[in-house]
């Protein structure tokens, strides 16, 4: 059983900067890959980036190339997500998943554990 725990959520103004953190624990959770995703109401979950196993290979989207960044750190068993330039059209609930393999897309499908999710708000 994995235990998925998001934080580092809140609110923050239009061009400004948060960083989320996925705190991951129980077995083989450093041999999946991770991912956020985010729900906006009245929305689909939507992926936002993914990260393999080892970290070396990443996949965000469109959405959110070039400002977002994806990142993990196995020996503290912590995936973050470092956001930048944050638009209104960023606020979601904000949630991270754990794959069933090393290295998994941004379809939410491909996840077999999710964290309850921290709320993200960009707003003037």
């Known amino acids: 059983q994995l235990q998925l725990v998001e934080s580092g959520g809140g609110l923050v103004h239009p061009g400004g900067s948060l960083r989320l953190s996925c705190a991951a624990s129980?077995?083989?959770?450093?041999?999946?890959?991770i991912g956020w995703f985010r729900q906006a109401p009245w929305k689909e979950r939507e992926g936002v980036s993914c990260?393999?196993?080892?970290?070396?290979?990443?996949n965000y989207a469109d959405s959110v190339k070039g400002r977002f960044t994806i990142s993990r750190d196995n020996a503290k068993g912590t995936v973050y997500l470092q956001m930048n330039s944050l638009k209104p059209e960023d606020t979601a609930v904000y949630y991270c998943?754990?794959?069933?393999?090393?290295?998994?897309?941004?379809?939410?499908?491909?996840?077999?554990?999710w964290g309850q999710g921290t709320q993200v708000t960009v707003s003037s």
């Open positions: 998943a754990a794959a069933g393999r090393y290295f998994a897309g941004l379809g939410p499908e491909g996840y077999d554990y």
């Open positions: 990260i393999s196993s080892s970290g070396g290979s990443t």
């Open positions: 129980g077995f083989g959770v450093n041999y999946r890959a």
